[in-house]
């Protein structure tokens, strides 16, 4: 997708003055950087194109279809600077994207899972909309993005309001109710807000001001992190000291979140490590909770990492502890009888 490169100068109101220093494809800029200062320049929001150039069918199926043609680009670049950040296998490819690093960063930063992942946001970089992969050519994807834009607006308005009230608050009472407001805003968001995640920060402000729980703010936290699915190291480490012996189920939970967030083999055994320090405190809270991570601990030892005397017995487990999810049990069947 980085085959034409080319350098640009941008004028705005006579004065600035801003150089481009990459593209991908005619109106797509390459550089995440450079693209924010032509973004702020034109007074336009971002419109993130997260690719795999050399190697993702969909991605190329998207570009085929849709960003490639004169029909999408005229309209959308009205109120968008195009961006395309690029992460391919091949090394001839990688060595044509201008700042991979910080793509890798930027990657990290917003929580892509897969590829093409779109994000629609300000220059200063607060995501209002996430779309992927939409079938029906230019026009209706045109039509896609403007309501994702109209109605992610609002709800990044409404939600930095949120959060400006808590930085204006007064300190103490105040400020705790208008942290609660935050928290409340971020548990009552949808899984597929992609605004909520605007919130995250002054949620996990509460490891700060209330590090030793004293207010029942960091549990808290803890608690709306994990239940939407914004889990991290330290989130982790939170739960697992304000709960280690699982007393009051929230260290279920935290299990819960890390096997939420896991991409890969190393992150699946990390998870399955913590399964069994928690099964060592005996039965879960939450039936339901306990149920789901054995028989996903299960399907994992039995799928991915060849471990099948490990896949049974979280199986058992599974079984023992009893669900009315049929396809689940059914699998946990096959694994027991393999």
């Known amino acids: 997708m980085l085959t034409s490169l080319r350098s640009a100068a941008f004028a705005f109101a006579g004065v600035i003055a801003l150089q481009v220093s990459a593209i991908a494809h005619e109106g797509w800029i390459a550089d995440f950087d450079e693209a924010v200062k032509v973004a702020k320049a034109e007074k336009k929001d971002l419109f993130v194109d ?86 029906g050519g230019p026009t209706k994807y045109v039509e896609h993005v403007a ?31 208008a942290w609660d407001k935050v928290a409340d805003a971020l548990q009552a968001a949808g899984d597929e807000s992609a605004v909520a995640k605007s919130l995250v920060p002054t949620v996990r402000s509460a490891f700060t001001f209330d590090a030793d729980n004293a207010k029942g703010k960091k549990k808290r936290a803890v608690l709306v992190l994990l239940k939407t699915g914004n889990s991290d190291a330290e989130v982790v480490a939170a739960g697992k000291a304000l709960d280690p012996k699982n007393e009051a189920g929230l260290l279920e939970m935290v299990v819960q979140g890390q096997f939420m967030a896991v991409t890969d083999d190393a992150t699946a055994k990390d998870a399955l490590k913590a399964l069994d320090e928690l099964d060592a405190f005996g039965a879960q809270k939450d039936k339901e909770i306990g149920f789901m991570l054995h028989a996903t601990g299960a399907t994992w030892c039995a799928d991915h990492l060849e471990d099948l005397p490990r896949a049974k017995g979280y199986a058992q487990k599974a079984k023992d502890i009893g669900s009315t999810k049929e396809g689940m049990l059914k699998k946990i069947e096959e694994i027991l009888a393999a």
């Open 147 to 177: 309501e994702l834009r109209t109605k992610g607006k609002k709800e990044l308005a409404d939600t930095m309001a949120v959060v400006e009230a808590y930085e204006k608050a007064a300190a103490g009472d105040a400020k705790l109710a």
């Open 50 to 135: 997260f690719t795999g150039s050399d190697w993702c069918g969909w991605c190329k199926k998207l570009d085929a279809e849709v960003f490639s043609k004169e029909e999408f680009l005229t309209a959308v670049k009205k109120d968008f600077v195009l961006v395309s950040l690029d992460y391919p296998h091949d090394e001839a490819v990688k060595a044509k994207v201008p700042n991979p690093k910080r793509n890798t960063e930027l990657s990290e930063k917003y929580g892509i899972r897969g590829f093409p992942t779109i994000l629609l946001m300000t220059p200063d970089g607060n995501v209002y909309g996430q779309t992927g992969y939409q079938k």
